[in-house]
């Protein structure tokens, strides 16, 4: 009976410690994600006056391959109605059917196609749908504190990213005198490990 008992403690305490190295090993993946209901910024002008907004951020999937960038992989998907665009008048507008049109296309997505290390940046070549209309977008992602080749061992890694999106190209041209073609994401990221 004690060396049953000595046998089941031992398998019980082997599993013990390959649950924990198991779970350690996970916490350091090439798999990231930005945290839901986090914002990207943009701007864009009004009458040459520039003015700031966010999207709200719905959900992501970041996969960091350092050995051959190309092989990563970036998936975004913004939630437009509870995006802003600074202020109460502007995200009715920018909401509303003649821009946005966010009642019947709530979301924007980003996936992307093709990505390149160029100067210490990863330049993201994808597809952008925006009122269902999709086109091509290059978006650049700089590395804030950290080599594009040395992630390992951090609980988060924090990037810059930055686009240039003409609204025309994808239908919302409402106010077009008044408001310029341009929305610039220009905003800081944080992206967490995704544990399997």
Same mark, same amino acid.
């Given at each position: 009976m004690?060396? *049953?008992t000595r046998?089941?403690?031992?398998?019980?305490?082997?599993?013990?410690v390959?649950?924990?190295?198991?779970?350690?090993?996970?916490?350091?993946?090439?798999?990231?994600?930005?945290?839901?209901?986090?914002?990207?910024?943009?701007r864009?002008?009004v009458a040459l006056?520039?003015?700031?907004?966010?999207f709200?951020i719905?959900?992501?999937?970041?996969?960091? #391959?350092?050995?051959?960038?190309?092989?990563?992989?970036?998936?975004?998907? *913004?939630?437009? &109605?509870n995006?802003s665009?600074?202020?109460a008048?502007?995200?009715?507008?920018?909401?509303?059917?003649?821009?946005?049109?966010?009642?019947?296309?709530?979301?924007?997505?980003?996936?992307?196609?093709?990505?390149?290390?160029?100067?210490?940046?990863?330049?993201v070549?994808?597809? *952008?749908?925006?009122?269902?209309?999709?086109k #091509?977008?290059?978006?650049?992602?700089t &590395?804030?504190?950290?080599?594009?080749?040395?992630? #390992? #061992?951090?609980s988060?890694?924090?990037?810059?990213?930055f686009?240039?999106?003409?609204r025309?190209?994808?239908?919302?041209s409402?106010?077009?005198? *008044?408001?310029g073609?341009k929305?610039v994401?220009?905003?800081?990221?944080?992206?967490? &490990?995704?544990?399997?």
């Amino acid at each position: 009976m004690m060396r *049953l008992t000595r046998k089941i403690n031992w398998l019980i305490l082997n599993f013990v410690v390959f649950f924990i190295m198991l779970q350690t090993t996970k916490v350091f993946s090439e798999s990231f994600r930005i945290s839901n209901n986090d914002d990207v910024n943009f701007r864009y002008d009004v009458a040459l006056v520039v003015f700031e907004g966010q999207f709200r951020i719905k959900s992501s999937y970041l996969y960091l #391959d350092k050995k051959n960038p190309w092989n990563s992989e970036f998936t975004l998907t *913004l939630d437009l &109605p509870n995006s802003s665009a600074g202020f109460a008048f502007a995200t009715r507008i920018m909401l509303g059917k003649t821009v946005l049109n966010a009642e019947k296309y709530p979301e924007i997505t980003f996936v992307s196609k093709k990505i390149n290390l160029k100067d210490g940046k990863f330049e993201v070549l994808g597809h *952008l749908t925006i009122r269902n209309i999709t086109k #091509d977008v290059k978006l650049i992602a700089t &590395p804030v504190g950290f080599k594009p080749n040395n992630f #390992d #061992d951090k609980s988060q890694i924090n990037f810059h990213i930055f686009s240039e999106i003409n609204r025309h190209d994808f239908g919302a041209s409402a106010f077009s005198g *008044l408001v310029g073609s341009k929305i610039v994401l220009d905003s800081p990221v944080i992206v967490t &490990p995704v544990i399997n």
